[in-house]
């Protein structure tokens, strides 16, 4: 595994465009719009890839043929020389990476529903839900959509400095200005707190993936659902398709992304990384 210079990510853009998924979080590397990370088989010819998001989101991407860099990235993605110090969330493509993976990672395996954190170097299995839009069906809810009592804000320096929590806009921008001027977010005021937030994580090819983060003891409240409508409408105005993906075992959002219109598209394998 060798660490790509910045200028040479568009060695990876013939690979990237075979993706038949959403890899926004990959692209938003790529592209330039976030300091992310990009290691290689090869500095020269790459024929892999390994995107790295700073949020921890990852793609493994091409050739799963090459053994030198399978052995690397064993060691890198088990962490046997302690090299990282975050998870890392992974997708593959093309799916042949995941018959590599499964013999590669032979016994450490573990399904979402076991207990991965008692098992050293685990390699915890879930599976990544990609939604599609359905207009229809969210005029539908937006039509009914009430909360009183609240105040829905853009969200502004002030606002996206002073945000909590692991879902938030500073996790997915390289800083405030850059977010300012290139992304887009509301959050609800609600008890003289912003009690949830639904922001642009990636915005590309007149695509925008929506973040959400609502705080613990305000969630199961219909902020999310109100605070998302608010950026879906902008969206719809301005021309962007609203994206929408989360993990199947992350319940509420699943629930939250078919409350507001979305349906499921696609289901991937999708490996947590252990420290």
Known sequence: MEL??????????????????????????????????????????????????????????????????????????????????????????????????????????VKSSDNAEALPNAIELNTRVNFRFNYDKYISFYRTRKLDNVEVVKVNEEIYNGLNGTVIPSNFWNNVDDYLKHGIGYSILFDNKYVATAYSAFVLDRKLEIGIETLPNYRGRGFASVVCSELIGYCIENGYEPIWACRLENKESFKLASKLGFEEDKRLPYYRLSI
Request: aromatic share 16%.
């Open 4 to 109: 790509l210079a910045k200028k040479d990510y568009h060695l990876a853009n013939d690979y990237l465009n075979q993706v038949d998924f959403n890899v926004l979080f990959a692209r938003s590397v790529i592209d330039h719009k976030v300091n992310g990370r990009v290691y290689v088989d090869n500095l020269q010819r790459p024929n892999v890839f390994y995107i790295v998001h700073p949020y921890g989101m990852s793609l493994l991407l091409g050739s799963c043929n090459v053994p030198r860099f399978n052995d690397k990235f064993k060691d890198y993605s088990l962490n046997t020389f302690r090299t990282r110090t975050n998870y890392e969330w992974m997708q593959v493509f093309p799916n042949d990476w995941n018959f590599i993976l499964a013999h590669m990672y032979s016994g450490l395996i």
